[in-house]
């Protein structure tokens, strides 16, 4: 008997009322894709339900969570058929016709199917947000004439400001923002700056002498001096910032230029708006389309009642996971397309419209977990929970049961985590509306964690950290990190990771919510001789080995001049030693790479290696995937990938970059084209990393999200975690839907300031609440008694108190978590896997024999005969060659096609008709007068007259399909075959179009044709006497060019 | 009535029984005559199959052609069609046309836009409606009703045909008679009804023979939908004859009931096989190894189907080869084409992108292969970036008179090459226009015509209307061949092993079928109808067609994806392997899912059934299988080349030989210039590459505009114009007043301005110019007054520096500014003035001295002492004080030199390349070189010459 979960019935409810709206708040750990999965496969198993799968898009934001969501509901599923008993597959295909997805690319799926009437742009390419080459192209072919701001405007904002402080603005603007801002024009007249705070500056006098009191007397003079420029003279005048701080000076300038800057943030601001929607103008006419731009897309379809209400007649249920990260246009799109019809837009949540239709949207998500602000909006998901809550287009479940974190572990965080998202804290608090109004509460509420009935007691441990002196100016967080990670890392290395409760290394998971901090972590575990597998979100693809080393080694091959990627080759490729490196140089840094011989061993062997490369880097007909797998093998790259990677991860990669090349290859691209693409992704970013059995996993809080290890050990809790306050032009924030746009940092108030700074910590809350959540089995807490808490670290913001905690017991309670590993013994299936793999098994039968090889004439010659290659079944779908100028395949092809249907038999009458039709052909492609000539020839001929003699029976273009020799078949088609059957003979014609080279004469070229394919027409003799047996067999070779044919090989 | 005289029609149940049944006693009747038999079948893959089951038999042949429907139907047609690229061309023109006079917000433009984008779907839409007897009347839209009208009367109006058109017609019509038939006998294999589009064609083959027999799969086992049916019965119609069961026992052996399991009926995964691989690449390996597998079990045909010619396909072609396992390859394997028309290829890019250097520069190293250019690509991309630089531009024509008027002769070439490439194209051309044109540059380069070119040419005299650029480059584009022929291993043989596709392994007898890439998402492919002919219109047109035939919806086209592999099943004997992989390399985030069809055979295997079904058991079923590498024996070896990597990495071991040292001393720089020193201080690494091998790095990037550097720039030429006064001695000259420098400097800054075009981004750009340029010449006034100046001024010569063990170092530089007492060095009294338009610099002795920060500026003054001057040393800014250190101070300051010092004497340099952030980045390496982080640098370092690297901490960023 299993026990369930107390939440059992939401989760039910969930599972089986379609007929509802529902949204469902869950807690870390409490199995969201799990529930959503099981709502699908209930579906599936039904009729009914299934009628609803065709217009299900079940969506989420991250490509892998949609992947997983899709195999998960599948999976479960699956389960549920075999717990029926059941082999009807039929509830698999159903669960087929639903959508799974990205929210992209659900809106690009409504894009493409509702957008033609709008004008969209039905295949674009993607390009990432803020994506610079695409800026700087539109920036240089962008007129730069700006309508929205007259000529005196325009000149007033250049003289303060340079025109490119409007450009990262411009750049990243939504659309809607975009729109608002450009309707805000400024008064005409910029004001100047007051002259009342001038007084106050002059008059500011400094507490001490020394060089605050001379800093002073310069800004001083600077504003005054500025003021006169500016009512004065016309020149550039940018604004200045004030020198030291004496006297409260920088908030004097800053109130100083207060008007001024003012203006110049909105005039900015219009221009930003002007050149962002031309910007996107642009983009969209080429068919660029940013992430954001596909939601846009989506949402400007939506703004047609009609294209709307078609869209809502096509009946979507909406299934959004993970909703707390969906960004507020992305829930308009999903909210409207499931309201019903004839719903106005926009007046749901917020609003008194009618919510979405009943059965047609759910989400779930964890507010607690929203830890990315700048794209999602953590209040808008609030909206759309607190309506369901009031019941308001639907209801509101809660999971609080986890299934993942442990008993202890949750009764530390029920008690130590309310207070963190609590009203208690100031920055879980609003700003209040009006004077002595209470402060609203901006902060999600923390639902306290119910254990699931299976999970373990588990463990919730102090790890004891000594405080050992840190000193110096700088850096003394980096190096009091580096001295905590250095005694956790001796203590597991001495102690085993039994010692924390975790079976193998790799149970462990080190947590921090900065990178950097883990790259210090790194370096320490790996000084204890402990393996790490560092996993990286976002890791530059020119730092991976494997990236760099094909990079320059592309990078020589297609330019061998290029030393100073030489260098780097022969040095890190080859490991050749710097000192024999530059002994090979010339004195002006130049390689002799062509003359290996020349060098010092080893510089000369991998010159050699590499030199038959760089001859392949322009070759034709070079497959991509072959010259990269070869060049691979020659530097022996998996090799030095095993070497430098035993995990592995190197080798993927390398694997990963054959595979490109291959695929690139397969349309025909050349190493140049690989190196280019190479290097365009340089500086582009992929995750790597990946955990190994025997690896500590080092990951940030953020890539946590989704993931649990048995034993997490978060660690930095003490460290303030700081942020950088962001420059220049930019939007602040948005009071009642208006963009609130800024010049530079004076002019974000100290209320917007202190707004901001309290939602980041508020998210700062909830990624410690992510990080708090992934343990399985056990979290370890290190901790510096001595050590006070940084401002706005981890530590402080969590009610911690470390004395509660109990110290990390004596290894034998690791047994304890190693239960909580799920799945280890998995035997019955991968025995059975094994099986039907078969490996190794008892070879039953023979071996079949080989099959003979397969000849194709056309290739046996010893110049191509591409005319009849072209025609010949075995080259259908086989890039065709290029003229080689000398002799036109299209005319051979042609010559051939007219000689197949002549009428041989057929009067002169005939013949002339069929040469006329040839000849129109002939025309059109652009050999009329060579053709002509050369049917004139032929027909004037004597191999023609004798060809034409009735005791003749003839056949044109004759396949053969017969043995040559023992173990060969050919494979052709003659092009004429004559036979006598009174006279037992046989003639085999092949009709040459190739043109003369330079002075030969006639009897030269058909020496030369005879010559080259002499090998062909013997092998279609040898064929064909099979067919004609005692019957000689003459080869012909006739010259379209001379007009005369040869005899070929004297005997049969 | 039979209308065609020798007349069969026949049902085939199995690929087996068709070849006893039909194909063979066929093949075997004509022997000995010389008559003309062709042999028609769906694709390559079964005309070779039937090839390679002739000579496994031993069925020689005489006068037999194979061929698939595309090159039999040359056989009887005379007028070509005109071709889909150039279909596109007349229809983006046609929809320009209708453009043009619209106003940009005009919503009429709306639906024309979201077309011209689409164009290739809705033509391929309209050639479904043709092939099947529709026309463009029968689209939904308007628009494309009037679209495609007006292309099929365009094509009647020039003299082409289109092709589904004229096979209706000729399938349609009788023959007349006493015309030559095209064949004595024919055979088609017809397949099933996934063949619809090629009906027309056949029929009017079939038309055409004296003879004629023709297979069809046969309905029942063509699954659900009735379209099987119908498609029997077009041909009944066609033929008027009643199609009959081939008359052989089904074959005692078949892997029918695999396929079931997905198509639907009882089923049985009991002749299947599953291979689940780690990844892609592994999946490579153990589909290679099953191959060898099942031959040594005595499979004598083995199909191993590729969704098309993808990674996986060349990974397990070429594991095929390294093992020695003969195999037929009909998916393909493209090569690179020849360099000539990869040439035109970048032509059409180079006018299509605008004549921008970025494209100049990808054209270069395939100019130069054919020594049609004479620079190296890195001098090439050198000369760009100069000229950019100077123009901040990218377009090419503009600036070509200045390339070829340039003393520089690398600019020359550059213009050279640019001038044979241009003009430009303008928006709009006549095809015939743009072939002069582009025929021209490609008889000055010598490049040889593409095969099918006259086509092209003849379209030209036949078009005669103004087309959008653009869209004839699209059109040349097609006629230049994208890939080559490459000489490949497998191309075309007879082997047991074949490499093919669906498509072409349906329709014959295998004794074991390999189905790779079994991955959700591969494959099946799951197709979005278009939406200019949607679902909904094909089943409504359906229903109301002339013919029986139907168009395919996307569902109709899924159920036949899934016939097809059923039918590969059904004539597969022993055994059918389906092979998918955990995760791509591509992506390892994402783990993938097998495919409908291998997920219902592991779930009839049961494999999905036990605990923790799904995703689980797809991931045991992949660790069950040893990883590729570990099973191929590909042990770690201690091996030199790792002991010198790891060498280089590890903190504790000073820099040696093998980091950025020369042992010989040979290459110890005699001289440095000043710039030189402060970067090789700051990261000795470069002062490696720069001064010691004297190797250049080549900028890769694609050329963007540095507005700072330009100013920089710009401020540094017009100072120099304002304040170079009358010639006094050497560089010297007399330092012109204030009031005659800000004369000057008005007037250089008004050439300036007259450069730039007129715009507001030139606007600001030159306001800022001025600015700066005018605060600067207002502190070089206020600095001590001194009558005689040099700008941009050598060092003296003959100047050294101090540095430290190794002595005295020759230097060189360029100094902005230089105020001096007399007009000389020896004995003056010199302010050496340096400027700084941005960042963050500050001159100070202090921090001189601990980072080097502006060190050149320290060496400026030390070589003046050298020199016998007196002095200081100044750092002019716009928007800040001056900045001086003074000869009292600056060996202080110079403290740094001691460290190159210790460079010099002893050979070694090392690095101390900061760790890159996402924004910002050192000094570059090659290339090759993967980074080695900045701790163990510092580590290094001081293990080798003992002083700490400065205090530096991490960068704070987001993880
Ligand atoms: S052997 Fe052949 S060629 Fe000679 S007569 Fe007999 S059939 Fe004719």
Same mark, same amino acid.
């Given at each position: ?66 992947? +997983?969501?899709?195999?998960?509901? !599948? ?24 959508? &799974? ?55 007033? &904002? ?8 409007? &450009? ?69 005048? /940018? ?96 909210v409207e397309i499931s309201r019903p019809p004839g719903a106005a837009l926009g007046t749901w949540p917020s609003g008194a419209g009618i919510g979405p239709r009943a ?8 507010? +607690? ?55 208690? =804290? ?122 760099? *080393? ?237 050590? #006070? ?52 098994? /008892? ?68 013949? #002339? ?114 067919? %004609? ?24 | ?17 068709? *070849? ?57 047609? +005379? ?32 639906? *024309? ?71 004595? !006998? ?6 099933? /009804? ?41 041909? +009944? ?33 009991e002749r299947a096989e599953v291979i689940v691989a780690r990844s892609k690449s592994d999946e490579g390996d153990h589909v290679a190894d099953a191959v060898v597998r ?179 480059l699209e059109a040349f584009r097609a006629f230049l061949p994208e890939r080559g022929p490459v000489s490949a291993q497998g191309r075309g043989g007879f082997a047991r ?17 390999? %189905? ?141 030989? %093998? ?93 300036? =301005? ?10 600001? %750009? ?55 007492? =007399? ?92 760790? !890159? ?43």
């Open positions: 008997m299993v026990d369930l979960p107390t939440d059992q019935a939401a989760r039910d409810r969930f599972t089986n009322e379609w007929g509802v709206n529902l949204a469902v708040a869950a807690n870390a750990g409490s199995g969201k894709t799990t529930a959503i999965s099981e709502r699908l496969a209930a579906m599936a198993l039904s009729a009914a339900g299934a009628e609803m799968l065709g217009r299900t898009a079940v969506v989420t934001y991250t490509k892998k969570a949609a992947a +997983q969501i899709g195999q998960r509901a !599948r999976a479960v599923l699956l389960h549920r058929m075999t717990d029926a008993g059941s082999s009807d597959p039929a509830p698999l295909s159903r669960l087929d016709r639903a959508f &799974f997805g990205t929210i992209h690319s659900f809106c690009l799926l409504l894009a493409r199917r509702h957008g033609s009437a709008h004008g969209v742009h039905l295949n674009p390419t993607l390009v990432d947000d803020g994506e610079d080459a695409c800026w700087q192209e539109f920036l240089e072919q962008d007129p730069m004439a700006f309508s929205s701001l007259s000529d005196t405007q325009m000149a007033c &904002f250049l003289r303060h400001a340079a025109l490119d402080e409007i &450009f990262g603005l411009a750049k990243e603007l939504n659309l809607g923002a975009a729109r608002r801002l450009a309707e805000r024009r400024p008064p005409d007249a910029a004001p100047g700056p007051s002259s009342a705070v001038l007084e106050e500056i002059l008059a500011a006098v400094p507490l001490r002498k020394g060089p605050g009191a001379s800093a002073l007397e310069r800004n001083k003079r600077t504003a005054r001096e500025w003021l006169r420029k500016h009512e004065e003279e016309s020149d550039p005048l /940018p604004i200045p910032a004030a020198e030291g701080s004496a006297a409260g000076i920088r908030d004097l300038y800053r109130r100083f230029f207060a008007p001024l800057k003012g203006w110049l943030a909105d005039a900015g601001g219009v221009l930003a708006a002007e050149l962002s929607l031309r910007y996107r103008g642009w983009r969209f006419d080429r068919g660029i389309q940013t992430y954001a731009d596909q939601i846009e897309t989506a949402a400007a379809l939506l703004d047609d009642v009609e294209m709307l209400e078609r869209i809502r007649g096509e009946g979507w249920r909406v299934i959004l996971d993970e909703a707390q990260d969906a960004d507020p246009k992305q829930f308009d799109v999903l059965g047609h949207f759910c989400m779930v998500g964890d507010a +607690q977990q929203a830890i990315y602000s700048t794209r999602a909006d953590i209040r808008n998901f609030q909206v759309h929970i607190d309506a369901f809550a009031n019941g308001n287009g639907g209801e509101l479940l809660t999971f609080d049961v986890t299934f993942r974190t442990p008993r202890r572990v949750v009764r530390l965080l029920n008690a130590t985590l309310g207070g963190a998202f609590g009203r208690g =804290r100031a920055y879980n608090l609003g700003l209040p509306p009006s004077e002595g109004a209470p402060a609203p509460l901006l902060q999600v509420a923390y639902e306290p964690l119910v254990p699931g009935p299976a999970n373990p007691e588990g463990g919730a441990w102090m790890l004891p950290i000594t405080s050992n002196p840190v000193d110096g100016p700088h850096g003394v967080d980096d190096r009091r990190l580096a001295d905590e990670a250095r005694q956790i890392a001796r203590f597991l290395a001495s102690a085993g990771s039994g010692s924390v409760g975790a079976p193998a290394w790799g149970d462990i998971c080190i947590m921090a919510p900065r990178k950097a901090w883990l790259s210090i972590v790194r370096d320490e575990f790996e000084s204890a001789g402990l393996k790490i597998a560092l996993q990286m979100r976002r890791n530059r693809n020119g730092d991976n080995p494997v990236y760099a *080393w094909l990079s320059g080694l592309l990078a020589v091959a297609c330019d061998p001049e290029n030393t100073f990627e030489w260098v780097g080759v022969l040095r890190e490729v080859f490991g050749v030693s710097d000192s024999v490196i530059a002994a090979s140089l010339g004195s002006n840094g130049d390689l002799s790479w062509d003359e290996p011989e020349g060098h010092a061993k080893p510089v000369g062997a991998a010159l050699d290696v590499l030199r038959p490369f760089v001859g392949r880097a322009d070759g034709e007909g070079e497959s991509l995937g072959r010259f990269a797998e070869d060049l691979a093998a020659a530097c022996g790259l998996a090799h030095m990938a095993r070497l430098a990677d035993p995990e592995g991860g190197l080798e993927d990669e390398l694997a990963r970059l054959l595979a490109r090349a291959a695929e690139l290859g397969a349309g025909g691209a050349g190493p140049r084209a690989w190196l280019r693409d190479l290097l365009e992704s340089t500086d582009g970013f992929r995750a790597s990393g990946r955990p190994a059995p025997d690896a500590i996993n080092l990951i940030t809080s953020h890539s946590a999200k989704g993931l649990e290890w048995p034993v997490v050990i978060p660690v930095g809790l003490w460290r303030t975690i700081s942020s950088r306050e962001p420059t220049g032009l930019r939007i602040v924030s948005e009071r009642g839907g208006v963009p609130e746009v800024v010049f530079d940092n004076d002019g974000v108030s100290e209320d917007a300031r202190d707004l901001y700074e309290r939602a980041r910590l508020r998210e700062l809350v909830r990624l410690l609440y992510v990080t708090l959540t992934r343990a399985r089995g056990a979290l370890v807490v290190p901790w510096a008694a001595q050590v #006070a808490p940084g401002t706005n670290s981890f530590a402080e913001l969590w009610d911690l108190d470390p004395g509660g905690l109990d110290p990390l017991p004596a290894p034998s309670a690791g047994a304890q978590a190693a239960s909580a590993r799920k799945g280890a013994g998995a035997a019955p299936a991968a025995a059975q896997a094994a099986e039907s793999a078969g490996a190794g098994g /008892p070879v039953s039968a023979a071996r079949a024999p080989a099959m003979p090889m397969r000849i194709l004439p056309h290739e046996l010659a010893r110049a191509p005969d591409q005319a009849r290659a072209a025609r010949h079944e075995s080259s259908v779908g086989e890039p065709s060659p290029v003229n080689d100028g000398a002799d036109p395949l299209d005319y051979g092809i042609w010559w051939h096609e007219t000689l197949e249907f002549l009428p041989w038999a057929g009067d002169l009458a005939a013949v #002339a008709a069929h040469g006329e039709s040839s000849m129109a052909k002939a025309a059109e492609m652009g050999f009329e007068a060579r053709g002509r000539e050369e049917w004139g020839r032929l027909l004037e001929s004597e191999p023609w007259r004798l060809v034409r003699d009735a005791r003749w029976t003839r056949l044109a273009e004759v396949g053969v399909l017969a043995p040559l020799g023992a173990d060969a078949w050919i494979d052709g088609v003659m092009d004429l075959v004559l036979h006598d059957p009174n006279a037992r003979e046989v003639w085999i014609v092949d009709w040459k179009t190739n043109r003369r080279t330079g002075v030969e004469d006639d009897s030269a070229l058909l020496g030369r044709l005879a010559a080259d394919y002499e090998g062909q027409l013997r092998a279609y003799r040898q064929c064909a006497s099979a067919f %004609f047996p005692d019957c000689p067999i003459t080869l012909w070779i006739y010259s379209t060019v001379a007009g005369a044919w040869t005899r070929v090989g004297s005997s049969s | 009535m039979k209308i065609i005289p020798g007349v069969d029609l026949f049902l085939s149940r199995f690929a087996d029984s068709e *070849w006893h049944g039909v194909v063979r006693p066929w093949l075997e009747e004509g022997r000995g005559r010389l008559e003309r038999a062709i042999v028609v079948a769906p694709t390559r893959g079964q005309t070779h199959a039937l090839k390679q089951r002739c000579v496994v038999e031993g069925v020689s042949l005489l006068g037999v052609e194979f061929l698939t429907p595309g090159l039999a139907r040359k056989k009887r047609v +005379q007028k070509e069609g005109l071709r889909r690229s150039l279909q596109l061309l007349v229809l983006q023109s046609r929809i320009e046309a209708r453009l043009a006079p619209l106003d940009p917000g005009d919503p009429a433009r709306r639906l *024309w836009k979201s077309l011209a984008s689409d164009l290739g779907s809705a033509l391929d839409d309209f050639e479904d409606l043709a092939r099947v007897g529709f026309r463009p009347a029968d689209f939904p839209r308007a628009e494309l009703r009037e679209l495609f009208g007006e292309l099929v009367a365009w094509v009647g109006r020039h003299g082409y045909a289109l092709g589904p058109l004229e096979d209706e017609a000729a399938g349609l019509a009788p023959v007349a008679p006493g015309s030559e038939p095209v064949a004595d !006998r024919i055979l088609i294999l017809a397949g099933g /009804p996934e063949s619809w589009g090629d009906f027309f064609g056949l029929a009017a083959l079939a038309r055409r023979s004296r003879s004629v027999a023709v297979v069809l799969a046969e309905p029942e086992f063509g699954g659900a939908g009735g379209s099987g049916e119908e498609w029997v019965d077009a041909w +009944q119609a066609l033929l008027g004859v009643e199609a009959r069961p081939i008359d052989r026992p089904d074959p005692e052996e078949s892997c029918a009931p695999v396929a079931e399991l997905w198509t639907g009926g009882a089923g049985s995964a099942l031959l040594g079990e005595g499979a004598d045909n083995i199909a191993v189907i590729f969704p098309g010619a993808d990674a996986a396909h060349a990974r397990i072609a070429r594991l095929m080869e390294e093992r020695g396992v003969p195999f037929t390859d009909l998916v393909g394997t493209a090569g690179t084409p020849p360099v000539d028309a990869r040439i035109q290829s970048a032509l059409v890019d180079f006018y299509g992108g605008g004549c921008r250097l970025e494209e100049l520069l990808a054209l270069w190293p395939l100019l130069r292969s054919l020594n049609l250019a004479r620079l190296s690509p890195a001098d090439a991309r050198v000369a760009c970036q100069e000229l950019f630089d100077e123009v901040q531009a990218h377009c090419v024509e503009a600036h070509v008179g200045r390339l070829e008027a340039s003393d520089d002769a690398r600019w020359r070439e550059m213009g050279r090459v640019a001038r044979i490439l241009l003009p430009g194209w303008p928006d709009h051309l006549t095809a015939a226009d743009a072939l002069g044109r582009f025929e021209a540059v490609r008889d000055q380069l010598m490049l040889a015509e593409p095969a099918g070119w006259p086509a092209l040419r003849e379209f030209a005299r036949r078009a005669a209307e103004p087309m959008p650029a653009r869209a004839i092993v074949t490499l093919t596709t669906c498509r072409r392994a349906a329709g014959v007898a295998w004794s074991d079928a390999i %189905f790779v890439e079994a991955n959700t998402g591969v494959w099946p492919e799951r197709r979005e109808p278009s939406c200019w002919l949607g679902d909904e219109t094909r089943r409504r047109l359906n229903e109301s067609g002339r013919f029986s035939l139907g168009l395919p919806t996307s569902d109709g086209r899924a159920a036949q994806e899934r016939r097809l592999c059923a039918a590969i099943a059904r004539d597969t004997r022993r055994k059918v392997v389906l092979s998918a992989a955990l995760f791509s390399e591509e992506d390892p985030e994402v783990r993938l899912g097998p495919n409908s069809w291998l997920e219902r055979v592991m779930w009839s295997k049961g494999l999905l059934s036990a605990d923790g079904a799904g995703t689980e058991a797809f991931e045991r079923l992949a660790a069950a299988r040893p990883a590729a590498g570990a099973r191929r024996g590909l042990v770690p070896q201690p091996v030199e080349w790792f002991e010198i990597w790891s060498r280089r990495r590890d903190p504790d071991r000073p820099f040696d030989e %093998f980091f950025l040292a020369d042992a010989s001393g040979a290459r110890r720089p005699r001289r440095l210039s000043a710039r030189q020193i402060e970067s090789g201080v700051k990261d000795p690494a470069q002062l490696w590459f720069d001064a010691v091998l004297r190797v250049r790095r080549v900028e890769w990037r694609s050329f963007a505009r540095n507005r700072g550097k330009s100013i920089g720039d710009a401020v540094h030429r017009v100072l120099a114009e304002a304040l170079r006064g009358a010639p006094a001695e050497g560089d010297f000259f007399r330092l012109p007043g204030r009031d005659a420098a800000g004369a000057r400097l008005a007037a250089a800054l008004a050439d300036l =301005r007259a450069k730039w075009p007129r715009d507001r981004y030139w606007d600001s %750009f030159h306001m800022d110019v001025c600015r700066a340029a005018r605060e600067l010449v207002g502190r070089v006034y206020e600095l001590p007054a001194a009558p005689f100046g040099a700008v941009e001024a050598g060092l003296p010569e003959g100047a050294t520096v101090p540095v430290g063990d190794a002595g005295r170092l020759a230097v060189s530089g360029r100094m902005d500014l230089v105020l001096s007492d =007399r007009p000389g060095w020896n004995g003056a009294r010199v302010e050496i003035i340096d400027y700084k338009t941005g960042g963050e610099s500050k001159l100070s002795a202090r921090r001189m001295a601990s980072s080097g920060a502006s060190l050149q500026l320290g060496v400026y003054l030390q070589a003046a002492l050298s020199a016998g001057a007196a002095g200081s040393v100044w750092m002019l800014k716009p928007e800040e004080r001056p900045m001086r250190i003074g000869q009292e101070e600056i060996d202080v300051a110079c403290a740094k030199l001691g460290t190159l010092g210790a460079h010099l004497a002893t050979g070694v340099y090392g690095a101390l390349t900061p760790d !890159r952030g996402e924004y910002t980045h050192g000094f570059e390496w090659p290339l090759a070189c993967a980074p080695i982080g900045l701790a163990i640098l510092e580590s290094k370092f001081f293990r080798t010459f003992g002083s700490p690297a400065a205090g530096r901490s991490r960068d704070e960023d987001h993880g």
